[in-house]
């Protein structure tokens, strides 16, 4: 019988210490090593967006405007998010102090099969590497951020996603600057410095846009001058990336403002909105030299009001989606602090407006208009 107890307790403290042992792995992967170990934490999610997805869409990127939390960069899982049992602010996975970058993105896996975040601004990238734990709370974590110095870099710049066959692909980013110029980089996480490849007069003044289409590796650029330029990506035999020149067409004489790509059925298209407001549709990937479709944004705007911002957005970072989303600000020139924004959604094939949202100022927000139509 003693021996019989001694045997039970052995087992006792071996299971002891076994249970010891996986809280304190489970612990220790939680968070990030470089910094103290959390008990618990929840999400602050006030002055937050929602800045992409990873390529699998099981985690979601949160990412900071100016106020009130500048710099929070916070990671979800998508299916707690999507669980209307899930708490609020129990979804967070992954957090860091991002600093004053813009342009926050998941990337799409790259060749070796690693996820990471990155963000831009004046000369600068950032990149965290996105570690896949299964010990890890939730199952990752954000790694220590690199940064590096890019001279010329600026935060019109677009990260590169969507390849499938050569994921190269996917460690390109492109920028452009006040002058004109395109840059074009190949991330290497594991690079002391990172070098990117200069293409001197891509437009006249500044270079306002950027979209990509990984189908056929084109980049497409938009500037102040009015001009929509086509490009061709590509990766030659050192390793080096190139941008070729295209196809040039006149997208409109206020200067481009934004670009996005869309797909209706099997057809594609690209969507462009000048600094006045005006969209127009063109057919893709052979621009034509006149627009599908024509049309001005319906803001409200009198003769001597400014349009401030006015900017596109695919909803998917492939834009294989037939809605395009816009958002025009208009400053009204007559009435101090009197700022209107309104918020579409467009049918890419024709240009028509299947719902709209006015708000007559941000500070006093009373004003919203009858969508035109549901989708």
Known sequence: MRRDRRKSLAVQKGLSLLVVVLLWSVSMAQDPPYRPKLIWHKAATVGHYPAAFTESGDYLLLAPTNYPDPGLLMVFRTSDVLNPNTRKGDGLVSYDYGGSYVGYTFTDRDETNRDYVVGFANNSIRVWRWVRDSLAFRGGYLEKPKTWTVSGWTTVALMLRGDRTDRRYNRLAVSGDANGNLRIVLLDYGASSQSAVLV??????AVRTLAYDAVTRRLVSGGADGLIRVWQVG??????PTLTPL????????????????????ARYLVSLSNTGEMAGWSWPNISAQPLWHKPLETGRGYDDTVENAQLYSLTPYGDLQWIGAEVEV?????????????????????????????????NPTFLSVPTSMP
């Open 200 to 205: 001197s007069g891509a437009h006249v003044g």
């Open 235 to 240: 990766i030659d035999s050192s390793g080096n």
């Open 247 to 266: 196809q040039t067409v006149a997208g409109a004489r206020g200067g481009i403002a934004s670009l996005v790509f869309a797909t209706v059925g099997s």
């Open 331 to 363: 400053r009204r020139e007559y009435r101090e602090h009197d700022l209107q924004s309104c918020t579409y959604l467009i049918d890419a094939a024709s240009g028509s407006t299947h719902y709209r949202l006015a708000l007559r100022d941000y500070n």
